[in-house]
């Protein structure tokens, strides 16, 4: 069964938008923890975020903010005016102790494509 | 502080072949991981070692195994290369003292054509 779903599969917006990208997620510990990754063209996942499951806090960091919110077990995230360099794919993940040991358990990913 | 290091990043390879891919870690993780990531699976857990053991192995064949140095420098092998085999193969390192689940930070990853 699939752990983490990223219903959005790709996603255009035009410079300057706001964009937000759903992840939502399944898991029956109570112990567990949430992950942002952005992989550009290259290929390299770059690390954006963790949260863990005893920290509902939302979180903003420049135009990145991310939604924490285990009433619907999902943990969204927010490109606040988007730039063309934001253009990757994003993928949440999730780590918890029933996945061969806190093994990163990826979405499908969502690819945003911001234009000019 | 140098990050994840893979190599080679290109690879080319026949079916039936074997082939070794090369990763070392960021400075003071003693924690790698392996992932696969294929257009048709997405990205999916191979295995982890931590001390020069494996921790923890994903659901892939036999054919996919790994090891560790005692520099905490991480190789994986494939053995009689398939089709399927096509991917990019990525690393990556955490601290990971004991238990919980620290950050995994990723490589450029190594991708592998099977031919």
């Known amino acids: 069964a699939q752990k983490v779903t990223q219903a959005q599969t790709e996603i255009s917006v035009v410079e300057k938008e706001d964009v937000t990208l759903d992840c939502v997620y399944e898991?029956?510990?109570?112990?567990?923890?949430l992950f942002w990754y952005k992989q550009p063209p290259s290929g390299e996942l770059v690390f954006l975020i963790r949260?863990?499951?005893?920290?509902?806090q939302n979180e903003i960091s420049g135009r990145y903010s991310w939604n924490f919110q285990k009433s619907t077990s999902s943990f969204n995230f927010t490109i606040t005016a988007s730039q063309v360099v934001d253009s990757a794919v994003y993928f949440c993940?999730?780590?918890?102790?029933?996945?061969?040991?806190?093994?990163?358990?990826f979405g499908k990913g969502t690819s945003l494509l911001v234009t000019p | 502080k140098a990050g994840v290091t893979q190599t080679p990043r290109y690879l080319i390879k026949t079916r039936g072949q074997q082939v070794t891919l090369s990763c070392s870690p960021i400075?003071?993780?003693?924690?790698v991981s392996w992932y696969q990531q294929t257009p048709g699976q997405g990205l999916q857990f191979l295995f982890e070692?931590?001390?020069?053991?494996?921790?923890n192995k994903g659901n892939f064949p036999g054919r996919f195994s790994g090891r560790q140095f005692s520099n905490s420098r991480s190789e994986m092998n494939v053995s009689t290369l398939e089709l399927g085999d096509s991917a990019l193969y990525l690393c990556?390192?955490?601290?990971?003292?004991?238990?919980?689940?620290?950050?995994?930070?990723f490589g450029p990853g190594t991708r592998l054509l099977v031919l």
């Open positions: 990556a390192s955490s601290r990971q003292y004991s238990g919980g689940q620290e950050t995994q930070y």
């Open positions: 898991t029956r510990d109570t112990t567990y923890y």
């Open positions: 949260r863990n499951s005893f920290d509902e």
């Open positions: 993940a999730l780590s918890d102790p029933s996945n061969f040991g806190y093994a990163l358990n």
């Open positions: 400075s003071g993780h003693r924690s």
């Open positions: 070692y931590f001390s020069e053991t494996q921790r």
